[in-house]
């Protein structure tokens, strides 16, 4: 089994990551302690938990991580919507984030899929 840097989903959440993180440079001050904070922790955990997930021995243990991270997309997400109805970014940025979350989602859920056939196989 190879690195988890390895995996394409994590580097789509990666990708995520880092948009994230210069989109909130963006942000009034006033919301570093609040949606600031709460969307860089939610876009951090996507990868963070598609790493553990895959440093776990169990298939299904790794599964429960994915599940995790599928969760902090659709988080995510929701803190771009709040961004956006706060005018704290613009419709085409907030869609095409949006978008990426979504393929992130997309492949989290291939990869629960093969890992759960891997774990049939066993």
């Known amino acids: 089994m190879g690195a988890f840097t390895d995996l394409e989903v994590w580097k789509k959440a990666r990708m995520l990551r880092n948009n994230i993180t210069e989109l909130v440079k963006t942000f009034p001050t006033d ?3 609040r949606l600031t904070d ?3 922790r939610s876009s951090r955990s ?3 938990n598609i790493a553990e997930g895959h440093g776990r021995f169990h298939y299904i243990d790794a599964s429960k991580f994915l599940v995790n991270a599928r969760g902090s997309a659709a988080e995510t997400i929701d803190h771009l919507i709040i961004a956006f109805d706060n005018k704290f970014t613009d419709e ?3 869609q ?3 978008q990426d979350c979504e393929e992130c989602m997309r492949m989290i859920n291939g990869y629960i899929a093969y ?3 891997q774990a049939g196989d066993q």
């Open 38 to 40: 709460q969307i860089i």
């Open 92 to 94: 085409q940025t907030s």
């Open 96 to 98: 095409t984030l949006k």
């Open 46 to 48: 996507i990868g963070n």
């Open 115 to 117: 890992l759960r056939r």
């Open 31 to 33: 919301e570093k302690y």
